[in-house]
Each structure stands twice: as structure tokens, then as C-alpha cells.
């Protein structure tokens, strides 16, 4: 006996949301954890006072939050390619705390964007500094690239005659932007402050495929239970 076609069509989905879960998972870990043990970094986790500092905080949760994310993909493959029942429960539990802890964040992240928004500067702020003081660190070097890119700025002046970064900084759409393009940190704070309904509708986006992945396998789950009693029945009948 094997699923039907609802059962899988919820097992593919859960492993195309288990594949991009993991390379997000991947990418977060191996960036926490080359900036954490760096020999251009991992001395500032040495400092007593720049244990709070928004570099080291910024480092832990990169890495807490690809450590979590990769246990779940492990439970969840292991559970959808094995038609293990307990390893989808346990995953199902995963996702629901994920779901909450998204929502919670979410909201939390509009109503101080402010001071969140001032946290994500003070961490970009440190990235780069290390960036010039290291000589250009290559992790921290694809860090300040994707993020120009993603928010179409330039390093902390956006001056192209004074910028230190500046083979980190996207290309050029505009003929001004040879000479001046956004400075980082105001585009940062402008992203927490006028578009924070986008920011949050992001977070909540996030939650409801958080929310489709674990309907799918509650799904899944009401499957196999199913053809485990199906199962069962046939053999009781037959001996």
C-alpha cells in the first residue's frame, strides 16, 4: 500500500521546503561560525566588555538560528523519505515552535524597529570595520557584497572617491552613482523605519510557509496512520 495522491504531493513539498531550508541553514552556520572562530575575528569573543557588543550578538544568533534550522531538515527528511511517523511529529513540533517564534519576532521587530534597526547598523558598522582592519577577511568580504547588493548601497559614506570598501559595492544604475551612492547605514534605518510594514510582512510570509510545511505534514502524518491500520486490518483478516 503507498500514499495516495494528496499524501504525495505533501511529502514533495516537504522536501522542496527541507532542500531551501537547508541551504539557508548551511549558509547562516557557515557564516556564524567563520566569523566566530576567524583569527580576524574570534578575538573580539575574547573581550569582556564586547560580549554584548551587536557583533557578538549578531554572530550567536547566525549561528543558534542554522543550528536550529538544520535539526529540523534532519528530522523532517528522515521522516518524509523513511515514512518514519515519529520523526514527523517530532518535525511538526519543530515547525510549530519556528511558526510562533516567527509571528512573535515579527512583531516584536515593528514595534522596535527603531532600536532593532539601530542594532542591525551597529552590527553592519562592525562587519566593516573589521573588513578594512583585516585587509579584507573573504567571508566578511561576501557578507558586505550581498548585503550592498540586496539594499543597493555603498559602504558607511556611499562616496566613491572616499569609500575604503569599494569593490564590495554593486554596480552603478545611474550616472550620479559613479560619484555618491546610499550610505548603508541610512539605508538600514530607513529600511526598519518607512518600510517596516514590508519588513514585517516578510516575517509573516516566512510563517506561512512555515505554516504550509507543517500542514503538509500533519497531512503526511494522517496518511501513514492510515495505511499503518489499512495494514494491520489486511493482516488480522488474512491470518
Not at 44 to 54: G, K, Q
Not at 142 to 155: A, E, Q, S
Request: overall charge positive; hydrophobic content about 50%; glycine content about 8%.
Amino acid at each position: 500500500m503507498a500514499l495516495d495522491g494528496c499524501g504525495t504531493v505533501c511529502k514533495y513539498i516537504l522536501f522542496i521546503f527541507n532542500f531551501i531550508f537547508a541551504f539557508v541553514g548551511f549558509a547562516l552556520l557557515g557564516l556564524g561560525l567563520w566569523l566566530r572562530f576567524s583569527n580576524n575575528t574570534k578575538g573580539i569573543f575574547e573581550i569582556d566588555f564586547l560580549n554584548s557588543s551587536a557583533f557578538v550578538m549578531g554572530v550567536t544568533v547566525l549561528i543558534t538560528l542554522g543550528s536550529v534550522m538544520l535539526i529540523v531538515v534532519v528530522f523532517g527528511d528522515y521522516g518524509a523519505c523513511n515514512e518514519k511517523r515519529w520523526a514527523l511529529q517530532v518535525f511538526s513540533v519543530l515547525l510549530a515552535i519556528l511558526t510562533v517564534a516567527e509571528v512573535v519576532f515579527g512583531v516584536l521587530a515593528f514595534s522596535r524597529r527603531y532600536a532593532l534597526g539601530a542594532k542591525v547598523v551597529e552590527f553592519y558598522t562592525s562587519m566593516y570595520v573589521l573588513y578594512l582592519k583585516n585587509g579584507g577577511d573573504p567571508a566578511i568580504g561576501v557578507t558586505l557584497t550581498f548585503v550592498h547588493k540586496m539594499l543597493h548601497c555603498c559602504g558607511v559614506t556611499g562616496i566613491s572617491l572616499i569609500e575604503l570598501a569599494q569593490q564590495t559595492c554593486p554596480k552603478t544604475d545611474r550616472i550620479y552613482e559613479h560619484f555618491i551612492m546610499p550610505s548603508c547605514p541610512d539605508v538600514i534605518k530607513n529600511v526598519f523605519d518607512s518600510k517596516a510594514p514590508l519588513v514585517m510582512g516578510i516575517f509573516f510570509g516566512t510563517g506561512a510557509l512555515l505554516i504550509i510545511a507543517l500542514g503538509s505534514t500533519i497531512i503526511l502524518l494522517k496518511q501513514m496512520k492510515r495505511l499503518s491500520q489499512d495494514i494491520t486490518a489486511y493482516y488480522s483478516t488474512v491470518y
